[in-house]
């Protein structure tokens, strides 16, 4: 049961179905180590969601279930479906529903960047305090987060979703809504083999002595 708070985290998130997720990592680890790299990122996001305050957080997957295979530790969570023709759509409707339940301020994440930390989620939360819209960058020209206050129907439309121009273009559209935003530190999405050795590699490398 969720327990309306004034904060949402909405997290997009694809069914587990290997040979439907992280395509481009499927492409040279095959289907099956594609999916349970994904497992691993979802768990790692869930952990990080898990330890955030007052917030009330929406599951939308890409096709409806009524159970998640992992739970967010310690947290209650609503499922949903994605609903639209494209990214932005999906987005764009996700945010409308989140308002429309009342809340003040919602921020959107994947489970692709398994980087992002409870810190940067609280922080974007609190950025929205004083800025229209916050963005999480990441190193491809996307973004791992972003955070609005109201309803902004023209950050998703007529985006190249995918690119390296979405950041540009949405901050570009922020600026000609007269909107303002701030950017949180970039982040790196994972995406192919090359993105997991080097997310591994910094890993062990931040645990050595």
Same mark, same amino acid.
């Given at each position: 049961?969720?327990? !309306?708070?004034?904060?949402? &985290?909405? &997290?997009? /998130?694809?069914? *587990?179905?290997? =040979?439907?997720?992280?395509?481009?990592?499927?492409?040279? *680890?095959?289907?099956?180590?594609?999916? %349970?790299?994904?497992?691993?990122?979802?768990?790692?996001?869930?952990?990080?969601?898990?330890?955030?305050?007052? &917030?009330?957080?929406?599951?939308?997957?890409?096709? @409806? &279930? #009524?159970?998640?295979?992992?739970?967010? !530790?310690?947290?209650?969570?609503?499922? *949903?479906?994605?609903? =639209?023709?494209?990214? =932005?759509?999906?987005? !764009? $409707?996700?945010?409308?529903?989140?308002?429309?339940?009342?809340?003040?301020?919602?921020?959107?994440?994947?489970?692709?960047?398994?980087?992002?930390?409870?810190?940067?989620? /609280?922080?974007?939360?609190?950025?929205?305090? @004083?800025?229209?819209?916050? +963005?999480?960058?990441?190193?491809?020209? =996307?973004?791992?987060?972003?955070?609005?206050?109201?309803?902004?129907?023209?950050?998703?439309?007529?985006?190249?979703?995918?690119?390296?121009?979405?950041?540009?273009?949405?901050?570009?559209?922020? #600026?000609?809504?007269?909107?303002?935003?701030?950017?949180?530190?970039?982040?790196?999405?994972?995406?192919? #083999?090359?993105?997991?050795?080097? @997310?591994?590699?910094? +890993? !062990? $490398? %931040? /645990?050595?002595?």
């Amino acid at each position: 049961m969720i327990t !309306k708070t004034k904060n949402a &985290v909405i &997290v997009f /998130q694809k069914n *587990l179905v290997a =040979g439907r997720v992280k395509t481009r990592l499927a492409k040279t *680890l095959g289907n099956d180590e594609a999916l %349970e790299i994904y497992k691993s990122l979802i768990k790692t996001t869930y952990l990080e969601i898990g330890q955030l305050k007052d &917030v009330d957080i929406f599951i939308y997957l890409s096709d @409806y &279930v #009524e159970e998640l295979p992992f739970d967010i !530790k310690g947290k209650s969570y609503q499922i *949903l479906a994605q609903e =639209g023709k494209d990214l =932005g759509e999906r987005m !764009k $409707n996700a945010f409308r529903d989140c308002f429309g339940k009342g809340y003040q301020k919602c921020i959107i994440i994947g489970t692709d960047c398994p980087e992002i930390s409870t810190k940067d989620m /609280q922080l974007a939360f609190d950025k929205l305090s @004083y800025k229209d819209i916050i +963005i999480g960058p990441a190193e491809d020209g =996307g973004y791992y987060l972003l955070g609005l206050k109201k309803e902004t129907p023209a950050l998703f439309e007529s985006i190249n979703w995918s690119t390296a121009e979405v950041l540009s273009s949405t901050t570009h559209r922020a #600026e000609g809504q007269n909107l303002s935003f701030e950017k949180l530190r970039t982040l790196n999405d994972i995406d192919t #083999e090359k993105d997991w050795k080097l @997310y591994n590699l910094k +890993i !062990k $490398n %931040e /645990q050595l002595p």
